[in-house]
Every structure is written in structure tokens, then in C-alpha cells.
């Protein structure tokens, strides 16, 4: 079975959840190389997206991965709101037009999601961002797919790999927002970006199973 | 230390009541986060609005009436206004002769403003934006260039002279450019501050250190240093400042010692003291001082210095009346 | 915390020396610790002088100006200064018309003011005083009355706008005393301070508490309470004040929201707005703001509330020109 | 032998040095009640002493007294400059036109200078001020000669008392000063100004044996 608006819900909801479960654990990472904001930031764009989420009505993906980019837009602010709206704006534009998504199509919007964030940040691979944790973690899961693995496999594999990305951002040193004015001081620290977006994979294992259901 | 709020997360609109209760030009959208003159500004004068996120008062909020700003938009605490926010305040006060926006430099003014800049260009209003980055940072700057500092203060009062002088959204635009070329900022941190949903505060120092280099967020700087004398303070500020400047012999400066939130007045002065010396003795002059705590990281201990090599044109701007919470001369009563 | 000073025993000349070198309508005498107004007080117009220990500023040497003081003696930080400073001033601004001395209730500055006025008068110099004594001390005053808090600056800046009008040395000595009785200030502080030569804070406070009922000198209060929200903090600042004012129903004040040093502008305006709130559940009105840290105790954290009940005259004073570093308003360029 | 200007010189260096050693103790009593200044204060005004005592030419003690208050009326500044120089004040008064004064004379001078500073102070016993040791002192001091003891046995008796009535400053509420805005919680601890009075009257053991030499 496709992925439709319903599962997607679930994945942002569960996302959501793990933001607010992580809100103090995200914004003392921000405190060592930014300016302690980034849980708060990232809760207020959890209650956002639950709102949207359980308010709206659309049942096309593409509409409902528009209505989240908003709600984080609005919701978050600072440099992740939007950065994490690129995101859901890219995968909305992806899917324009279908009603679901197989899982290669999920994963050809999670690709184009992460490079709209990456060209809204300007951002490259070794910068210390978001994009340190998104990037491997979407070539993971296409590259899973492509080897004819299953989503569930897909799902691991990107997971892990945003897991990993997130914790190779520790020995870098910023060359992009806050963190890179910290020079080499901002070696040693893991990117509170990157980590919640490892959640944003972590909490793709809510789809998992949806193919045999 | 406890902190004078309410809800933690309903500060800024706290704030904005206060704000608007305790100046009578001023009115405010509390649920957009807009503070803009209640009686707008009259023709086709070019509209500016700048924002960013709060905990820098008075910047920008403070700077909003005759003669400076039109509108700001406030987002939360160390947090950039949202698009939807900014595009209210655009929407609030554009002109037909457009709508300048000054935008600090940090990635997500930068996104934030660059998002609603098209959208109230789709919207059918004229929109250019001055980026601010006259932070020398206190090292090497990142590809991202340097952040918005203190240059803030004095680009919203030229170009808000301007403006109000008749200026068009182009000259504004080059004039704003100037600007940032002629002007360049450096800050040391004595105390770091506390986020007030976060509730501890963003780093500690010891004793007798000081962060060099410092943002406007509370956050550490470039290095740590061991504290020095107020002279030594001004020195590496006016050297780190002048290296980057490239200011011909004999410059003139308007100068703005600033303090972060929770230096007393007293030793802002005594900076102001020194590093006129450091000007001097480097043969350059000053044409005009402002000193206070104009743009600040909460209650953050420190100071920042800024130059603006200064001309005919920028002085004239600069003494033009003006009449903000945070600035105020030259209107008669 | 490191501070931004050169030798600790010449804090206040250094800092005259910055201030005299930001604004041009200053003069200092280093030696006297006199700071006044480079263009003297034209006609017969009584001259202004108040001062007190250093570490209060912007008061009392940034309210010296066209419409408020003529000059400012400045003590040591939290001492009083000596009756010699005190002549000095005097006699660098006295005119045939008097002079009128602003003094804030503590013993030092009594006593000092006492002997200077004594000794100026045997030099031929009409001299008389104000006591400024508006505290309630979050308590029962002890029989010296209230210290002299943020109604100094409503003084300063009503006397000065009535001196600049013509006023007599008597009448504004009346005014001073009609002023007195109708203002009353409380504070609250969240932290100390550290006085610069003693290196150490002065008190240590838990994250959670208040001292109550604070002077001007980082001192702790007459009681330490736990931090309540800004709301509870108005309500206990506001019921404080107006059980000692006696304000018939329906009053209008002018009000100052005052920041210690250490508290940011953004927690000031959320206590204005509270503030507001409180006043208006009273059934009274609010005529002026002034929303600041216009008179600290260096770095402290913490606010106080000034209440001035307002009539035609006090906002007639209010509203009249001044010109000085800290306060500026109503003067064309 | 009378004492002349030369002893009380002595007498005042003397003052001075205790004061310049208590300096940082002299604070921390004012730091728990006041304003964290009285060291500091105190320490200034033993500057200014010194260097009028060093310079001086004055041979009359009523001249000298009068220089010395002068000094440290301008030395001091605070509360304790002006209480300080109506003590000196007074005392120059009651020996106006003496080349030395016999120990009765010093003990009236100095109750002259005490009555001097109570008087600019309105300080009254029990308010928790210099007072408080510079009452009992002179008491003592006057007490012992008029039982016809010797000076040294007075001035013994009169550091006593002073450092007695310094102790008993400590369960008192204060009434004057900024320690009376305190309230109750002034109670518990010594008055910083009546331990600097107590270093004035410590400091006359210096005369002892004047008499006999
Ligand atoms: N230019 C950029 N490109 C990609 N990611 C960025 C960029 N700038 C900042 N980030 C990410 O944003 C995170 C910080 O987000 P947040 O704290 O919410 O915003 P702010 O930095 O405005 O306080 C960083 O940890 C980093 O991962
Ligand atoms: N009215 C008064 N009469 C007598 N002594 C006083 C009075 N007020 C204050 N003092 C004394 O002054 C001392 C404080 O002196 P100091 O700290 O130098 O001045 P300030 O209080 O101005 O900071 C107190 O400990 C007290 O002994
Ligand atoms: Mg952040
Ligand atoms: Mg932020
Ligand atoms: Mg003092
Ligand atoms: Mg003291």
C-alpha cells in the first residue's frame, strides 16, 4: 500500500512528539554554539504543526506538506523555521498531484525537501547544519530503495545514517549561522540542527509496515 | 536571578503592551508582533521597517517614530520574526514609494526577511533591503560575512533621516550600502545572559575573563581573554575595528559605545573616554558620540564599539530631528 | 565579573572625562568633580545643582542641561561628595537669583549638603534645599524619613523646566515641597552589585528571591521575599506606594518605571504594562511614562516605581523643553 | 609633660595605619548593613591625614585638630566625612588658644568632639552608629581621670569602652543611617562606623606614657 496524507500525519505528529520530548535536550546544544533557542524554537514548531495537523482537512499530500511547511514557517522563526518550511515546501512540490506516494516517491521528495533546505541555507556538506544529518540520511534511504530493500530497511537505514551525520558534526567546525562565529571553538559540539533533524528521521519509523498493511 | 515577566513564552507581547501604554506615537499588532508610528508618515516618504528577534531592546522596537522607523517587527526572544510577521508590518506601512527593510545579518533574519520580501513583492509592493554586517567578529570572518551590530542604530537613523527627507527607495538603497562599507563593530562579553524560557544562563565566565567577539545573542565569542583594563578594552576594539575599516589618515567617526544590557552607564562612559584617546592618538577625530545601551543581548555584561567614518552627508542625517522612545532631538515641543 | 574600568580610585574621573568628550554642552572640573553646563544659564535664572555618590547614573550628571540641573557634583561611587565639591559647584553656577540644591535623603548627602550650604551662604551666595525623600522602604520608615529615589529625576526635571521659566528661589523651593509630598517611590532588586573597589558583591540573593524595599547602593532591603511574576511584583509596588500617598480617588501621576542597571529594557516595558493594569483597576490614570534606568545602583538588577501625582503645573514642567545626555526632548535642532 | 600638637600627631598617624589595616574588614562590616564602602571611605580619609599631618606647620593643637578635620571632611565624603570632621571640629574648639592640653583638657576636648558628632549625626545612644563606641569611650576616659587614675590607665579604660560599645552595636536595630532602612535586619551585626571609632580611641595607647616622659 502507498504512503498517503494520513501516514505523513502520523510521521509529523510523531515528530512532534519527540521535539517536545527533546525541547531541553536541543537548546543545551544551542547554548554551547548558538544562543540557547533552538528547542524553544523547535517546541513552538511542534505545537504548530500538531495544530495544522489535526485541524486540516486535506487529504493530498502535496497540500497537506504545504500546510505544515507554513505552520513551521510561522511557527518557528529564526534561522531553523525556514530552513525546516524549504523542507516541507520541497517535498510538497515533489508530490504535487498525487493522492499517495510510493515509497521511491517519498524518497524523491525527501531528496528534493532536503536540497530546497540546502540551497535556502546555502549550506554544504561539512558546514555543521541540518544538512550534515539530512543529506546522508536521504542518500541512505534511496540508496536502500535502489537496492531493492524494502521501506521498513529504508527507514533503518536513513535513521541511522541521519544518527551518524548528526554525531560527524561534532569535530567540525561551523562555517554556517551562529556556530561559525565561534571559529574553532565551535569544534566539539554536535549541531542542535542537525540533531533535530534526526528526529525528523527517527521518527519516519512510524511508517514503518506501512507497505505490508 | 529571577526576571520581571509574566508567561515566559508571552513576553513580547507583554512588552509591546508596556511599550505602547508608555508612548502615545507609537501603536502595536500584538498578535502580527508590529510596532509602528500611530500617525504614519505623510506622502510618498519610503517606508522602513526593520525587526529581528527581541532581547536587543531598544533596538529596533525603540527606534520606531519620526525620522527612524516606520515599523519594526519583534519576533520571539534571539529569535528572527517570522515571514507572515514581517510581511504585516510591510503591509502596515508601505507607500508607493516602496519599502526599505534593514535586515541584520544572521541566517535567519537573512531567510526570514528574504521569504517575506517576495511575498509582499507578489503582493504588489515595492521592496529593497539593506543587509547590516559590521561585526569584525574578532577574528576571521566566515563566509557568511560578518553579523549585524551596532551599525543597526546608525543605518536606521541615516537612512530614517533620509527618508524622511524625500529620499527614493534607490538612493536609500545606495546610501544604505555606503553605510556599510564606512562602518564596522566589535563587542567583548563580561557576563553571558539568561534566555528566559531557557532559564540558566548561555555560558559562565570567570572572574577575570572576557569573550571577544561577541554576537548580540549572549553567546560566546571568537576567544577568551583575560580581562584588561578599560584602556586595553579600547584598544583592542579601535585596533581589531580599524584593521578591518581600511580608514584613510586623519578619519573623522561617528562613534557608538554601546553596552550589552548589564554594564552601568558609569563605565560605558569611562570606554568612551579611552577610546576617544585611541582615536586621537591614531590621528583620527570624532564628530559625534552616542554611548548607552542601544542594542543588547538581555542582561549581558559588555560592551561593543562602533565607527562610522563620518561625512557631510551622514552627519547632516544624523543630527536631523528624530523622535523614538531610545532617540530623541531636535523636535521642537 | 570583570569591569570596564582602568585604577579603581579614578572611576569618576575617567568617566568625566568620557562624558565631557560625548556631549559638547558639557564642561567638567575633574579636580572639583563638578560637571556643568558649558554655556552658563542666561539672565537671572536660579541655578540647579544636585549631586550624590557616583554609581546612580544617568543621574544625577546626565540631567545637567538646558531645563534641568545647571550643575552636579559627583562623590565617590555610593559616598557622598564633600562639602568642598559641593561649594565648588555652587559657586561655578550661582546667579544673583539663588541657588537651589536638590539633595536625596541619606545621612552623608545631608550632612554635606548641610555644611556646603552653610559655607556657600558665608560666601554671599543665596542658597536653599529640597530633601528628596520619596521611598516608602517597602516598610516603616525609620525617623530620618524615606531615602531620596526615582522622584530626584521628577524634581530635577520640574524644578529645572520651572527655573528656566522665571521661577524664584522661593517658589521653587515650594514647588520642591509641594513635589515631595506627592510623590513616593518603592524598589525591588534581584541581585547586588559589586562596588568597584570592594571587588565583591555586595549581598548574594537564591534564584527565587526578591530583596524588598531597596535603596540605591546595591544594599539589600527591608525584607527578602520569593520572586513573583512581573503582575505580582506591580501589584506589591503599587499597593506599597499608594497606602503612603494618600492619592484621592481618581488620580493621574506621572510615572517612572526605573531600571536598577542590571534589568533589561524589555522587562521594564512588561512591568509598565502591569504597572498600567494596576493603576487602572485602582480607578486612576496615567498622564506620563518614563520608562528607563535613569537612577541605579550600578549593575543591579531590579526596578523601582516612581508615582507623581500629576496636575497642571508638574505636566506643564514635565512636558517642557530639556536638553541633557539622559533625558532630551522639545528642543528644535 | 603636656600633650602637645606633636602627640596628637602621633595619635592621629597611628589612627591612620589601623585604619588603612582594617580596610578590607571595615567594608565587609558595611557590605552586611550598608553600602560596602566604609573601608574604602575610611582608608581615603587616613590618606588624606596623613599627608595633612606630614605637611603641616600648624604647632597648635587647636590648629592641627582644625586641619584634620578639614582633611578628612573632604577626605571621607559619605556619612562618616562630615561626622568625622565635626569630631576634629569640636575638639579644635575646646582648646582653642592652648600650646598643649593636660590629660583633663584632652578628655574634655574629646567630649567635645563627640558631642560635636552626635549633634551633626542626631545620633542618640542605642541608634547603632559611632556613637555608640564614641559615648561609652569618652565617658570612660573622663570617669577614670576623675578618679584620679593616670592617663594611661584612662586611655586603657577608654579603649575599653569603646570596643565594648562597639560589641553591644551588634543586637542593636539601627535608627540612623542606611542600616535603619534594615529594619530588624540590621539586628546581628557590628556597626561598621563604631569600629572605625573604636581604632581612634585604640590608636591614643600611643600617648601612653606621655605623661611620664
Ligand atoms: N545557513 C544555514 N544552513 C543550514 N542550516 C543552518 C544554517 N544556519 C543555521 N542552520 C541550522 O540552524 C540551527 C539553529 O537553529 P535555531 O537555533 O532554531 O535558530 P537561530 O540560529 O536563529 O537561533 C543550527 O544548529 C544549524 O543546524
Ligand atoms: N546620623 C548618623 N549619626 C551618626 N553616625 C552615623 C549616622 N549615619 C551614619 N552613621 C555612621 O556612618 C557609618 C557609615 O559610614 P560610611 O559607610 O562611610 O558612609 P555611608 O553610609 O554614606 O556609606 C555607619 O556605620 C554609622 O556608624
Ligand atoms: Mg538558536
Ligand atoms: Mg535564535
Ligand atoms: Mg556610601
Ligand atoms: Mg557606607
Known sequence: MNITASELKTWLLQYGQ???????????????????????????????????LTETTKTAPSELLEEVAEAVLEGIGGAAGPLYASLFFGMAGAVDGETSVTPQQLGD????????????????????????????????????????DDLNTAIEAAESAANLGRDETAPMQARKGRASYLGPRSVGHIDPGATSVALLFEALTELSGTENS | ??????????????????????????????????????????????????????????????????????????????????????????????????????????????????????????????????????????????SDGGRGMGLTVFAEKILGAAAENGMSLDGLCELGQDLRTRGRSMGIGMSSCTHPVAGVPTFELGEDEIEVGIGIHGEPGWRRARAGSAQDT????????????????????????????????????????????????????????????????????????????????????????????????????
Open chain 2, 1 to 142: 536571578m529571577s526576571k520581571l515577566i509574566n508567561n515566559k513564552t508571552e513576553i513580547v507581547a507583554d512588552f509591546m503592551r508596556g511599550l505602547k501604554q508608555s508612548h502615545p506615537d507609537l501603536d502595536v499588532d500584538i498578535e502580527n508582533r508590529v510596532v509602528y508610528r500611530k500617525t504614519p508618515a505623510v506622502g510618498d516618504k519610503v517606508a522602513l521597517v526593520s525587526g529581528g528577534g527581541s532581547g536587543h531592546e531598544p533596538l529596533h522596537s525603540g527606534f520606531v517614530g519620526l525620522g527612524m522607523l516606520d515599523a519594526a517587527c519583534m519576533g520571539e526572544v534571539f529569535t528572527s520574526p517570522t515571514p507572515q510577521q514581517i510581511v504585516r508590518a510591510i503591509e502596515k506601512v508601505s507607500t508607493s514609494a516602496g519599502v526599505l527593510l534593514i535586515v541584520k545579518n544572521y541566517a535567519g533574519d537573512i531567510m526570514n526577511f528574504e521569504i517575506a520580501a517576495e511575498r509582499a513583492e507578489r503582493n504588489g509592493i515595492k521592496v529593497r533591503s539593506v543587509t547590516i554586517d559590521d561585526d569584525v567578529a574578532g577574528g576571521k570572518l566566515p
Open chain 1, 18 to 52: 519527540l521535539l517536545i520530548e527533546q525541547t531541553e535536550y536541543l537548546t543545551k546544544l544551542d547554548s554551547a554554539i548558538g544562543d540557547a533557542d533552538h528547542g524553544v524554537n523547535m517546541q513552538r514548531g511542534a505545537t504548530a504543526m500538531r495544530q495544522t
Open chain 1, 109 to 148: 521528495a525527501l531528496q528534493a525537501g532536503v536540497d530546497s533546505l540546502a540551497a535556502r541555507g546555502r549550506a554544504e556538506r561539512g558546514d555543521k547544519t541540518m544538512f550534515d544529518a539530512a543529506g546522508p540520511a536521504i542518500e541512505a534511504f534511496r540508496q536502500t530503495l535502489d537496492a531493492g
Open chain 2, 234 to 333: 579600547a584598544k583592542l576594539l579601535v585596533e581589531s575595528i580599524l584593521a578591518e575599516l581600511a580608514a584613510p589618515e586623519q578619519s573623522s567617526f561617528i562613534v557608538l559605545v554601546n553596552g550589552m544590557g548589564g554594564t552601568p552607564l558609569i563605565e560605558l562612559y569611562v570606554m568612551a573616554g579611552e577610546i576617544h584617546r585611541e582615536l586621537i592618538e591614531r590621528g583620527h577625530s570624532v564628530d559625534r558620540y552616542l554611548v548607552g545601551s542601544h542594542i543588547t543581548s538581555l542582561e549581558m555584561a559588555g560592551c561593543s564599539l562602533t565607527l562610522l567614518q563620518s561625512d557631510a552627508e551622514s552627519l547632516k542625517y544624523w543630527d536631523a530631528p528624530v523622535s523614538t522612545p531610545a532617540l530623541n532631538w531636535g523636535v521642537a515641543a
